[in-house]
């Protein structure tokens, strides 16, 4: 398989680099935070101009409610943040939701979170580069106007960087997150300055539109409902607050306090530029609809299909520092980098839960090895073209995506409080220190308050998303759910089955007391006479012979006449095949070799050519890679490649070398592999 | 691979049904005429059509030139049968137009006629198709009016047909070729009948229509090329003759002279309802135009897009019987189902052709091997594809695609007819009876006659038709000429570098002294077990060892816990493996067993899973198929699957049964398979 797909691979992302492995270098906190900071900062690019997009179903009135939103989300990230910094100190060893949540509830809301999260890699991907292409689509327009296509390119790429395996450095996640960060801080204090001190009056382009309200003076349970909405949109700002728990293995010692002082930090650091974006977006009177081409009037008129709605951030840089300066654009290009960098997190994140949920075995065995480039390189394109095919249905919208996205990022909250909750109840059981105790109770109580809000919030989103989209990703996650049991139910099924018995019973079943060697010949040459030499020094009990099916007779004839010329020590036994077929007549033959004595093993050695490039596989071997594949099917029988290296798999022998020494993405935001003995204590 | 694929196969073709094996059944006359004729027979279907639209160029006063093209195509007919018939007498063997050139003319004649006959087989399917559905579509409107639909869905059903092994009988291309047959000359003589008789006027649909010519009042070469032109489009008649020279040895005895008097059979009714047609459309006025939209007038404005030109046995069949009527209507299905039947014997053609071409190391030697399934089905896909392909570039056109056809048909023609005069030219040196003597000359004289006007013909085809489109079939030929040949230098290179050298030389490169097994282990199971007891029955000389990967320690412990329990009397090695790999450190570890002792050969013991779904697939064994991969790559290394047999493999087992006692398409017109040494023999 691996070797048909390999040249268009080669093709398209060209040999991995050799490049050092890492994982001996610890996580600085000024490091670390941009590592894992850039996927929850990058989310205020486009929470802000969520809220106000909902609001406006309501009219432009409606945007006087925005404080109060804004307010409920900051309280809902200080909670969130306050809560991961519980979960940070009791799970040093790196407390992912879907660990927390199975060590602590059990299989099943271990499995919800992991269908969650696996849901959450493709939105992650999705939405940040539907936002990237429309951020940098405000300095950019023609990046905008074909936003499908650039997105799709843009997941493309990051995909091949993956797959090449890019040496993942600090640095490069440092400089477009901190220049993102310094931006909207820069353009947040700039903004207050020229607005108080020098008494501006700053005016959003947008600012002298009029709102077409869809439901204009809206009042009672609808208007809730409305709010409720925008709140759920605006919690899109709270996506990728946990990547900083699950990373905790990175940091410098103490890693737990490390860890926690990044994560307040990244908490702080998001609620001044969500805050400040919402303060300026109503200063310069921003106007967003939710269908700008007919809701948004601009001189009364309807602002019609070419109109495009650039995002908030955007929209306010514009009236801060003005349309085409350069920390305007300096702006627009850095919140187009970090969210790239934030789609690429999952790049990273996907393979790596994926390894976990392996060795649970609720995915296939393979993908637990770390490292293994093939399982990485499978998870990388499918989750390009999960995150593709969604940005390609939504038409690379980030408002429609969003909708869709914080299902699973409050399912993951939920469990994940829910599960430390458990965690301090178990804990209190056992301690007597009252110092201790007294901080386990503080913690057990953010972790509920955390847990009951995140609950409460899943609701809202599940009652004012579902039919906007949030069903879809609901679908996901059930999908993931009941295909992960099935592998599971698979993997114990056949473990029962294949179970060794204890000493003595059924032992005969397995132990065969003699073997019948059989080389298969076509022709004498290097590969048939290293075959037979290698089944001469095998053969201890039993017997060896060489059989050759005749579909030609003339060459038949040839090869006996070789064969004795040559005095060849191995008795040379012809199947006749009327029929042209090689598969048959051996198949035949050895089932007659198993009834005659049922009670002795079957050992076929085939000579196998190995070959350097895919097309030379269409050239050879098939003849015996299928007659294996019917031999593999009778039992009793053990088949021997003997391979023959042709000068050309010196080339193929090189390329495998090279992948081996690949290293995988999202190394760095691991950490270094800590032994395995203190990985499994800190998990149990 | 076949597992991967193996469910979507199934689920589109369902399971090969168990058919007995034909081959022992020889053919009648009456039986091989359809079987053979199917495909010649039915080019009378489009070949008359494509004459009379090339006149109409020059309008319709051109058509009065139309006796003299049927008179030299009848000609040509004449020829192609007469040096046929001396082709059949020569190689009783089956003398396909590749064996004659090659044999006669040697490799380079050999493998262009091969080529040409490949491009041929697709475009006897794209033809045959998309003419079948012109002629549905004048019973049928609504077949016409999505042809390129139809056509594909046509091409997919002969396809997926045919990979089912439909059990192939005389009967079924009976009886719509003695139809169609039938149904013509009852239309010749019903329509001579009625004009000279009873004198009626038979008027075509068409004949109230004007042409308008592209080119009026042609005169001089620009006519002479238009004829020429007319001409080879009307030699689409000849495409399928070879058929009967390929398929002597599927006759009943005296097998060439009955396939001799089947060709003549065959001319005979080819040229008779060819005429009859022309003759019918002269005098009932049929109306052709190249571009029927614009140069087809109806009451003096041109026709449009919507009108659809109904092929010319359809719009004689209407003035003859009445559109509508249960004959018309007879006829037309009766053509479309010939004309279905026509494209299936490509089915059967493309494979056998394969696997002559696979004898000769031209194509990969798997596709040798008779009734072999999946070098049958790969052909029937390519087939399909390339046919799907050609269908919907051209928009199901047959007058387009005809451009295509005709250039191959000559070319192996000319080559054929070539080779059988040197075939002669070889015959008559050694021959010294006078009465012998006599023969050969004449049948020389026959066949250098064929050559020479086919090879003019092939002339006229490329001048005429070669901006036409013959330039993609030219293209297709080169393409299969050039990757025939690198095939076949690529098995040349291959077969030099591992040819064995005589005794004594170089031998000890072969020859391992000792052999150190090992068996690779994860668990204590029954496939562990098993490979165990198996390597120690098979270990004779050298030393045995078990060999596990410590990817996660507690398991490792838990694994030499058992190991010491149970008391197996093999020691087991564990290797660490800080990246929870398993490939590499196994792949150093036998390295460096290699590197202590180079002229020891190393034989390691894999248990492998035998699964019964293609999905289990991606659950197990994956680690094991690559770790054997790599392991190949290693000089001195022998690779040894010891399988285990799941539950579930029960059911790929009987699906691999069933799949073996499938039988090719097109065993009937290939006959029963010929001992080997005659067949030889008749090749040399």
Same mark, same amino acid.
């Given at each position: 398989?691996?070797?048909?797909?390999?040249? =268009?691979?080669?093709?398209?992302?060209? $040999?991995?680099?050799?490049?050092?492995?890492?994982?001996?270098?610890?996580?600085?906190?000024?490091?670390?935070?941009?590592?894992?900071? *850039?996927?929850?900062?990058?989310?205020?690019?486009?929470?802000?101009?969520?809220?106000?997009?909902?609001? *406006?179903?309501?009219?432009?009135?409606?945007?006087?409610?925005?404080?109060?939103?804004?307010?409920?989300?900051?309280?809902?990230?200080?909670?969130?943040?306050?809560?991961?910094?519980?979960?940070?100190?009791?799970?040093?060893?790196?407390?992912?939701?879907?660990?927390?949540?199975?060590?602590?509830?059990?299989?099943?809301?271990?499995?919800?979170?992991?269908?969650?999260?696996?849901?959450?890699?493709?939105?992650?991907?999705?939405?940040?580069?539907?936002?990237?292409?429309?951020?940098?689509?405000?300095?950019?327009?023609?990046?905008?106007?074909?936003?499908?296509?650039?997105?799709?390119?843009?997941?493309?790429?990051?995909?091949?960087?993956?797959?090449?395996?890019?040496?993942?450095?600090?640095?490069?996640?440092?400089?477009?997150?901190?220049?993102?960060?310094?931006?909207?801080?820069?353009?947040?204090?700039?903004?207050?300055?020229?607005?108080?001190?020098?008494?501006?009056?700053?005016?959003?382009?947008?600012?002298?539109?009029?709102?077409?309200?869809?439901?204009?003076?809206?009042?009672?349970?609808?208007?809730?409902?409305?709010?409720?909405?925008?709140?759920?949109?605006?919690?899109?700002?709270?996506?990728?607050?946990?990547?900083?728990?699950?990373? !905790?293995?990175?940091?410098?010692? =103490?890693?737990?306090?490390?860890?926690?002082?990044?994560?307040?930090?990244?908490?702080?650091?998001?609620?001044?530029?969500?805050?400040?974006?919402?303060?300026?977006?109503?200063?310069?009177?921003?106007?967003?609809?939710?269908?700008?081409?007919?809701?948004?009037?601009?001189?009364?008129?309807?602002?019609?299909?070419?109109?495009?709605?650039?995002?908030?951030?955007?929209?306010?840089?514009?009236? !801060?520092?003005?349309?085409?300066?350069?920390?305007?654009?300096?702006?627009?290009?850095?919140?187009?980098?970090?969210?790239?960098?934030?789609?690429?997190?999952?790049?990273?994140?996907?393979?790596?839960?994926?390894?976990?949920?392996?060795?649970?075995?609720?995915?296939? $065995?393979?993908?637990?090895?770390?490292?293994?480039?093939?399982?990485?390189?499978?998870?990388?394109?499918?989750?390009?073209?999960?995150?593709?095919?969604?940005?390609?249905?939504?038409?690379?919208?980030?408002?429609?995506?969003?909708?869709?996205?914080?299902?699973?990022?409050?399912?993951?909250?939920?469990?994940?409080?829910?599960?430390?909750?458990?965690?301090?109840?178990?804990?209190?059981?056992?301690?007597?220190?009252?110092?201790?105790?007294?901080?386990?109770?503080?913690? $057990?109580?953010?972790?509920?308050?955390?847990?009951?809000?995140?609950?409460?919030?899943?609701?809202?989103?599940?009652?004012?998303?579902?039919?906007?989209?949030?069903?879809?990703?609901?679908?996901?996650?059930?999908?993931?759910?009941?295909?992960?049991?099935?592998?599971?139910?698979?993997?114990?099924?056949?473990?029962?089955?294949?179970?060794?018995?204890?000493?003595?019973?059924?032992?005969?079943?397995?132990?065969?007391? $003699?073997?019948?060697?059989?080389?298969?010949? *076509?022709?004498?040459?290097?590969?048939?006479?290293?075959?037979?030499?290698?089944?001469?020094?095998?053969?201890?009990?039993?017997?060896?012979?060489?059989?050759?099916?005749?579909?030609?007779?003339?060459?038949?004839?040839?090869?006996?006449?070789?064969?004795?010329?040559?005095?060849?020590?191995?008795?040379?036994?012809?199947?006749?095949?009327?029929?042209?077929?090689?598969?048959?007549?051996?198949?035949?033959?050895?089932?007659?070799?198993?009834?005659?004595?049922?009670?002795?093993?079957?050992?076929?050695?085939?000579?196998?050519?190995?070959?350097?490039?895919?097309?030379?596989?269409?050239?050879?071997?098939?003849?015996?890679?299928?007659?294996?594949?019917?031999?593999?099917?009778? =039992?009793?029988?053990?088949?021997?490649?003997?391979?023959?290296?042709?000068?050309? *798999?010196?080339?193929?022998?090189?390329?495998?070398?090279?992948?081996?020494?690949?290293?995988?993405?999202?190394?760095?935001?691991?950490? =270094?592999?800590?032994?395995?003995?203190?990985?499994?204590?800190?998990?149990?």
């Amino acid at each position: 398989m691996s070797k048909l797909t390999d040249l =268009p691979k080669r093709i398209l992302i060209g $040999r991995a680099l050799r490049s050092d492995r890492l994982g001996e270098t610890l996580l600085p906190k000024r490091i670390a935070l941009p590592v894992f900071a *850039s996927d929850p900062l990058s989310s205020v690019a486009y929470a802000p101009g969520e809220v106000l997009l909902v609001l *406006s179903v309501a009219g432009a009135s409606a945007y006087h409610y925005s404080p109060w939103i804004t307010l409920a989300i900051v309280a809902l990230m200080v909670t969130v943040v306050a809560s991961y910094r519980q979960t940070v100190h009791a799970y040093p060893g790196g407390g992912g939701a879907y660990e927390v949540a199975t060590t602590n509830l059990g299989q099943k809301a271990g499995l919800s979170v992991a269908s969650a999260l696996l849901v959450d890699y493709v939105l992650t991907v999705a939405v940040s580069v539907a936002s990237g292409v429309e951020n940098l689509g405000s300095a950019l327009p023609f990046a905008v106007q074909h936003k499908v296509l650039f997105s799709l390119v843009v997941i493309g790429l990051l995909a091949l960087m993956n797959l090449r395996g890019v040496k993942e450095s600090g640095t490069l996640f440092a400089i477009p997150t901190y220049a993102f960060v310094g931006g909207v801080i820069v353009m947040v204090l700039w903004g207050g300055f020229r607005g108080i001190v020098m008494g501006d009056v700053m005016r959003a382009p947008t600012a002298d539109y009029q709102i077409k309200a869809e439901h204009a003076g809206l009042a009672g349970i609808a208007l809730i409902f409305l709010l409720l909405r925008a709140f759920s949109s605006g919690c899109a700002a709270l996506t990728g607050v946990e990547a900083i728990s699950n990373g !905790v293995p990175a940091f410098r010692k =103490p890693k737990s306090k490390n860890a926690a002082a990044t994560l307040s930090l990244m908490g702080v650091l998001a609620i001044v530029m969500f805050v400040g974006i919402m303060i300026l977006a109503m200063t310069t009177k921003v106007r967003m609809a939710e269908n700008p081409a007919t809701d948004l009037l601009i001189n009364g008129k309807p602002a019609g299909d070419g109109y495009t709605q650039n995002p908030v951030i955007a929209q306010v840089a514009e009236a !801060v520092f003005g349309g085409g300066s350069f920390p305007f654009i300096f702006l627009a290009a850095a919140t187009a980098l970090v969210l790239f960098l934030a789609a690429n997190t999952a790049y990273n994140g996907f393979p790596v839960l994926g390894s976990i949920l392996a060795q649970d075995r609720y995915l296939p $065995r393979q993908l637990h090895t770390r490292g293994d480039r093939l399982a990485f390189s499978n998870g990388i394109v499918l989750l390009a073209l999960l995150a593709g095919a969604l940005v390609y249905a939504f038409g690379a919208d980030s408002t429609k995506l969003i909708q869709l996205y914080i299902v699973g990022v409050f399912v993951s909250f939920t469990f994940s409080q829910g599960g430390m909750v458990k965690h301090w109840n178990r804990h209190l059981a056992a301690e007597t220190d009252p110092a201790a105790r007294r901080r386990m109770h503080r913690a $057990r109580a953010i972790n509920a308050f955390g847990m009951v809000f995140s609950a409460l919030v899943l609701v809202v989103v599940l009652l004012t998303k579902f039919t906007h989209g949030a069903y879809v990703a609901v679908i996901g996650m059930v999908a993931w759910y009941a295909v992960m049991t099935s592998i599971r139910r698979h993997y114990d099924r056949v473990s029962e089955e294949i179970a060794a018995e204890e000493e003595g019973v059924g032992d005969e079943t397995v132990r065969p007391s $003699r073997v019948h060697s059989i080389v298969l010949v *076509s022709k004498i040459h290097k590969p048939t006479l290293r075959a037979l030499s290698y089944a001469k020094l095998m053969r201890s009990s039993g017997t060896l012979e060489a059989l050759s099916v005749n579909v030609d007779t003339a060459e038949t004839k040839l090869l006996q006449d070789e064969w004795e010329r040559r005095g060849i020590d191995v008795p040379l036994k012809i199947l006749d095949s009327p029929y042209r077929e090689v598969t048959r007549p051996v198949i035949d033959y050895v089932k007659g070799l198993r009834k005659e004595s049922p009670r002795d093993a079957v050992s076929v050695y085939i000579p196998e050519y190995v070959v350097g490039h895919w097309y030379e596989h269409l050239l050879h071997n098939q003849s015996a890679l299928r007659l294996k594949g019917r031999l593999l099917f009778t =039992p009793g029988v053990m088949v021997t490649s003997v391979p023959w290296q042709l000068d050309s *798999s010196e080339a193929a022998r090189k390329r495998a070398r090279k992948r081996a020494e690949w290293s995988a993405p999202g190394a760095v935001r691991r950490g =270094p592999v800590t032994p395995p003995k203190k990985e499994k204590a800190a998990k149990k």
